[in-house]
T-cell receptor, first 114, second 115 residues
């Protein structure tokens, strides 16, 4: 069965420090991987996706993610966190044969402190 | 502006009173989908639609209905809501729903409370 794990409910980081939000996945075949962000009282906003090719994917707002096939991971990273990055982050994997159905992780709340 | 819209944004209702949450997209997308978001569970797919008049069940379809009579609209219907359907609902759309890994774009969400 396809699944996504986000092992941390919350990540705390000081403004200006690098941040990492972890994601591991399990899926049959090659994965398509996505990161979305949810700000309070807002919908999900697309950040980036991995389809194929370069393992380092760059996305919106300075975020990037590294695909690691051997570790089945797709961690979200940013070199220097901003207070405005504080939000709920979701990792999602495209289910094999699922006609664009996304399997989501439970979400990780990122808190960036001044 | 390209967007997915949902109405209402907030709804409080009582058990058994039929309700409809509307979803509309202006991007000419073929694929539309409904998800519900619950704490600790992430988002789970309720129903999806590959195109007009083509719909199918997702992972948690019980208690819900959908229809796709027009390409831009994909309403979610709760014919007899129950308290366990209290949740945050998201509509999403993408260009196509086949094997291509198109990005799904989400609406702002509808927070539903069933008393």
């Amino acid at each position: 069965a396809q699944s996504v794990a986000q092992p941390e409910d919350q990540v705390n980081v000081a403004e200006g420090n690098p941040l990492t939000v972890k994601c591991t996945y399990s899926v049959s075949g090659n994965p398509y991987l996505f990161w979305y962000v949810q700000y309070p009282n807002r919908g999900l906003q697309f950040l980036l996706k991995y389809i194929t090719g370069d393992n380092l994917v760059k996305g919106s707002y300075g975020f990037e993610a590294e695909f690691n096939k051997s570790q089945t991971s797709f961690h979200l990273k940013k070199p220097s966190a901003l207070v405005s990055d504080s939000a709920l982050y979701f990792c999602a994997v495209r289910a094999f044969g699922g006609y664009n159905k996304l399997i989501f992780g439970a979400g990780t709340r990122l808190a960036v402190h001044p | 502006e390209a967007q997915v819209t949902q109405n209402p944004r907030y709804l409080i209702t009582v058990t058994g009173k039929k309700l409809t949450v509307t979803c509309s997209q202006n991007m000419n997308h073929e694929y539309m989908s409904w998800y519900r978001q619950d704490p600790g569970l992430g988002l789970r797919q309720i129903y999806y639609s590959m195109n007009v008049e083509v719909t199918d069940k997702g992972d948690v379809p019980e208690g819900y209905k959908v229809s796709r009579k027009e390409k831009r609209n994909f309403p979610l219907i709760l014919e007899s809501p129950s308290p366990n359907q209290t949740s945050l609902y998201f509509c999403a759309s993408s260009l196509a729903g086949g094997t291509a890994p198109d990005t799904q774009y989400f609406g702002p969400g509808t927070r539903l409370t069933v008393l």
